[in-house]
């Protein structure tokens, strides 16, 4: 009776710890925390997450797909995504993406990229003053770098290039 009391004790005390990181969010299936603003999972299941079309995200991803994505926001994001950015005074939002394709099966590849909201910034790619470039329409890119077959490339490093309001 003892060693059956133990055991129980024992897988009751090992369910623990799992229980609160579900009650109180915690990863989902696709591999977001909401509460704390994180994702870790892969290109796939961040892709299948928002768009839901398999053909669509082996298009868009291609040989990115199974690289594993972390992603970092903070509240002004959300926010921002609620209102579908048209706050007239602005917003203090950022991300960051942090692609690592040294996996099986990966693109080989580790991109970071750090993005903050600017208001209205022109197309797609135009160079900022200081050193980003517009994304989105109301972001620019703040830092962008990685490795593309073994050789390290900076693709934009603002000043600054820490988080924060960063004007265009």
């Known amino acids: 009776m003892k060693k059956l009391m133990l055991a129980f004790v024992i897988l009751l005390l090992l369910a623990i710890p799992v229980l609160p ?10 591999g977001y925390n909401h509460t704390a603003r994180i ?3 892969t290109g796939w299941s961040w892709c299948m997450d928002k768009v839901d079309d ?10 990115y797909a199974n690289d594993k994505l972390m992603m970092k926001w903070n509240a002004e ?3 921002g995504n609620a209102e579908g950015w048209s706050d ?9 993406n942090h692609w690592n394709g040294k996996v ?16 209205s910034c022109g197309d797609y790619g135009t160079p900022l003053p200081n050193g980003g470039y517009c994304i989105w329409g109301q972001f ?29």
């Open 140 to 168: 620019a890119v703040i830092m962008s770098h990685g490795t593309f077959q073994n050789q390290h490339f900076w693709d934009a490093h603002g000043i600054p290039s820490g988080y924060g309001y960063y004007p265009p």
């Open 88 to 96: 007239p005074n602005g917003y203090d939002a950022w991300c960051s």
């Open 77 to 79: 994001w959300d926010r």
């Open 21 to 30: 990181a579900a009650a109180d969010g915690g990863f989902d299936e696709a």
């Open 39 to 41: 994702f870790n999972g």
């Open 104 to 119: 099986p099966g990966g693109s080989g590849e580790i991109w970071h990229y750090k993005y903050a909201w600017v208001g």
């Open 54 to 63: 398999e053909t669509w995200c082996t298009s868009y991803l291609g040989p």
